[in-house]
C-alpha cells in the first residue's frame, strides 16, 4: 500500500493511538490479527494486511535422491510498492490467480478481543507505520505474529518463517512433516525459539514488533528497551487514556 511509503520521518504525533494504548494491548490486538489470518489461511485464502498478504501455495518438496512430494505451505509476499520504494530484497513468490483474497476484518479481529474496531483498525496502521519507519531508517527488524510466523527485515533482506505447528496445520497434503525432515532448504521456512538470536546481524539493536521495542543482541542477556511512544500525563499523575477502548457489549 502506498500509505505505507514515508517521505518524511515518523514522529509521536504520527502514532496517536499507540501512544494511547499498553504495549500489552498492542499485543493482544495483534494476536488477534494472527489468530485472523491464520484462520483464512486454514480456509485458502490470502490475507492482505496492507505492506502484504499473507497465502498458500503448493510446492514441490524433494526428499531423498528422487522423491518429490507436494507440500502446501504458506508464503509472505511483499507489497510490490514498498519493495521497490524501500529497495528490499525477498524471495519471489507467485500466488495462484484463483486464490481468494481478503482484508483484515477488523470488526471480527475486535470482537474476538472484545475491543472497538477502530481501535484494532488504528493499531494495526500505526504499527505498520512503526514497520515502514524502520525500514525506511534501515533497522533490522522481527515482526511476530502469534500463532503464525515471524517477518524479519536484515540488511534490506525481507524473510518469513512459519511455526511449525502452522506449517503441519496448513498442508492438507499430509507430506509436510516427511518434506521438513528430509528437506534442509524446507527446514529454512520454520520459525523457532532461539533461531533469531542466532540471525541477529546487526550490532545497534533489532527491533521487535509488535512490542515497539529494541533489543541489543550478542550479549549474555539481551537488552531491551521500549521504543512506544508516551502518552501525555494527566494533571493527577500517571497517563491519560482518550475514550474508551473495550467494545460494549
Request: charged share 25%; with cysteine.
Amino acid at each position: 500500500m502506498r500509505k505505507y511509503l514515508l517521505f518524511k520521518d515518523l514522529g509521536p504525533n504520527d502514532l496517536p493511538t499507540l501512544k494511547q494504548l499498553t504495549t500489552n494491548e498492542i499485543c493482544k490486538v495483534w494476536a488477534g490479527t494472527s489468530k485472523y489470518i491464520r484462520k483464512q489461511l486454514v480456509e485458502k485464502k490470502a490475507v492482505d494486511i496492507g505492506i502484504g498478504t499473507f497465502a498458500l501455495v503448493l510446492v514441490h518438496a524433494k526428499v531423498g535422491e528422487d522423491k518429490v512430494l507436494p507440500v502446501e505451505r504458506p508464503v509472505f509476499q511483499l507489497c510490490r510498492f514498498m519493495k521497490k520504494f524501500y529497495k528490499l530484497q525477498c524471495a519471489k513468490t507467485k500466488i495462484p490467480k484463483e486464490t481468494p483474497f481478503c482484508q483484515l476484518d477488523f470488526q471480527q479481529i475486535g470482537a474476538d478481543i472484545h475491543f472497538r474496531p477502530e481501535i484494532v483498525e488504528q493499531c494495526i496502521h500505526e504499527t505498520l507505520l512503526f514497520f515502514a519507519g524502520a525500514i525506511q531508517d534501515k533497522r533490522e527488524v522481527e515482526f511476530s505474529f502469534r500463532s503464525v510466523g515471524i517477518l524479519a527485515v536484515r540488511r534490506s533482506v525481507v524473510s518469513m518463517t512459519f511455526f511449525d505447528n502452522c506449517l503441519l496445520e496448513l498442508d492438507t497434503t499430509g507430506n509436510m512433516h516427511t518434506a521438513l525432515l528430509g528437506n534442509p532448504k524446507m527446514m529454512r521456512i520454520v520459525a523457532f525459539a532461539g533461531k533469531n538470536d542466532y540471525s541477529r546481524l546487526s550490532q545497534d539493536g533489532v527491533i521487535v514488533l509488535p512490542r515497539l521495542a529494541v533489543v541489543i543482541p550478542h550479549q549474555a542477556s539481551d537488552h531491551v528497551m521500549s521504543l512506544k511512544p508516551r502518552r501525555e500525563s494527566a494533571p493527577w499523575g500517571g497517563g491519560a487514556r482518550r475514550g474508551p477502548l473495550l467494545l460494549r457489549v
